[in-house]
């Protein structure tokens, strides 16, 4: 059963492009630094039965890159931008939310 709500979806990239695109020019109020807003992502599910409504990242690319395998020069780019972006794993529970562009706080 398809769960993506199309009205949606369309929002939250938008959203999501705009909010990243105004922090990479806004200096963070504390440490007077801009943040390094070089991508991000969001999930938007139905509180009751925890569908997937909209998901999204930016910036965005092209699946069909993928499709028969990346060639040697597109691997060693996304390898290298795999290394230079901070990853965090952790887990959200329902109500909890992080701000787009803002991270942890």
Same mark, same amino acid.
């Given at each position: 059963?398809?769960?993506?709500?199309?009205?949606?979806?369309?929002?939250?990239?938008?959203?999501?492009?705009?909010?990243?695109?105004?922090?990479?020019?806004?200096?963070?109020?504390?440490?007077?630094?801009?943040?390094?807003?070089?991508?991000?992502?969001?999930?938007?599910?139905?509180?009751? =039965? /925890?569908?997937?409504?909209?998901? *999204? %990242?930016?910036? @965005?690319?092209?699946?069909? $890159?993928?499709? =028969? /395998?990346?060639?040697?020069?597109? *691997? %060693?780019?996304? @390898?290298?931008?795999?290394? $230079?972006?901070?990853?965090?794993?952790?887990?959200?529970?329902?109500?909890?939310?992080?701000?787009?562009?803002?991270?942890?706080?």
């Amino acid at each position: 059963m398809l769960n993506i709500d199309a009205g949606l979806q369309s929002a939250l990239d938008g959203i999501l492009k705009s909010d990243i695109l105004h922090d990479r020019t806004v200096p963070d109020p504390r440490s007077g630094v801009l943040p390094k807003a070089i991508n991000g992502a969001a999930v938007v599910l139905d509180v009751n =039965n /925890g569908a997937v409504l909209a998901m *999204s %990242s930016y910036p @965005s690319y092209n699946l069909s $890159s993928f499709v =028969n /395998g990346l060639s040697t020069p597109s *691997s %060693s780019i996304c @390898s290298r931008s795999a290394r $230079s972006t901070t990853t965090r794993s952790r887990s959200l529970h329902p109500g909890q939310h992080v701000q787009v562009g803002h991270g942890d706080r």
